[in-house]
């Protein structure tokens, strides 16, 4: 008999949780609940009674931070520790300079962080922004993309949501998305932060990114996921 997949998957922001010191917290379709579920030794489909011993239930684990660096730590680019470093990655083209203005989107003046982003997370970009863009035809503001360890760690000092070591945007794969501000304007606009969270949490569910809404500092934070993850030798480590 064949089995049966049961997914349940409730994504009302009801069910988003704090995650880490940082306050941060997922959104992005990464839980799913089995609740309610029958009191009984079988299930019922509308041809076959299926025994819950030949049914599979999977129940997808929450994302945390960790996963964010897994991800990033997977491309082929090391931990990006200073200035000098990062220059060299862009002379070889492992990282991609981001215009400072693209289709659907602005970066805003950046302190803590330069524009540079791998290949994969640069499309990815373009593709979120282009999408919003041509839904609304506001632009949106990128505060964050690549750090290097040195400017992470001095981000710390005045941003207690910077993460503690190493960070996702110390590989080149996150950027982060305002949602306090869109183009040149300052403010919450929350027709399009609801629009843009459902574009982040479609993306998430094709595998493509991770997300993290973060609280203190109003932004997304967005990881974008390896397709094709490069295999390290770690056998020479």
């Known amino acids: 008999m064949k089995n049966l997949l049961l997914t349940i998957s409730l994504m009302s922001s009801s069910f988003m ?10 959104n992005n379709n990464l839980y799913h609940y089995i609740s309610n579920f029958p009191n009984s030794n079988s299930v019922e489909t509308e041809t076959e009674t299926i025994p819950l011993a030949e049914v599979e239930i999977k129940v997808a684990k929450k994302i945390t931070y960790e996963d964010h660096l897994h991800e990033a730590e997977s491309f082929d680019i090391p931990l990006i520790l200073n200035n000098e470093q990062m220059d060299s ?6 990282l991609l300079a981001v215009p400072e203005e693209g289709e659907g989107y602005k970066i805003q ?8 982003l791998n290949e994969t997370s640069y499309l990815i970009l373009k593709e ?5 863009y041509k839904e609304t035809g506001v632009e949106l503001s ?10 992470q760690n001095k981000l710390r000092r005045v941003n ?8 996702s945007h110390n590989y080149g794969a996150s950027f982060d998305i305002s949602y ?10 929350y027709a399009n932060e609801k629009l843009l ?7 998430a569910a094709d595998g493509k990114i991770y997300f993290i809404k973060e609280r203190r500092q109003p932004c997304f934070h967005i990881t974008v996921r390896n397709f094709n993850p490069v295999l390290k030798d770690i056998s020479k480590k």
Request: charged residues 20%; aromatic residues 8%; positive net charge.
């Open 160 to 167: 207690s949501n910077a993460a503690k070591g190493d960070s």
């Open 142 to 151: 990128i505060s964050s993309l690549t750090r290097t360890l040195e400017n």
């Open 109 to 116: 003046k950046l302190t803590h962080s330069k524009a540079y």
């Open 89 to 94: 990655l862009v002379l070889a083209n492992h």
């Open 128 to 132: 979120i922004s282009s999408i919003f």
């Open 17 to 26: 949780m704090a995650q880490t010191d940082a306050s941060f917290v997922s």
């Open 197 to 203: 969270q459902t574009i982040l949490e479609e993306f």
């Open 180 to 189: 306090a501000k869109y183009g040149d304007k300052i403010g919450r606009n």
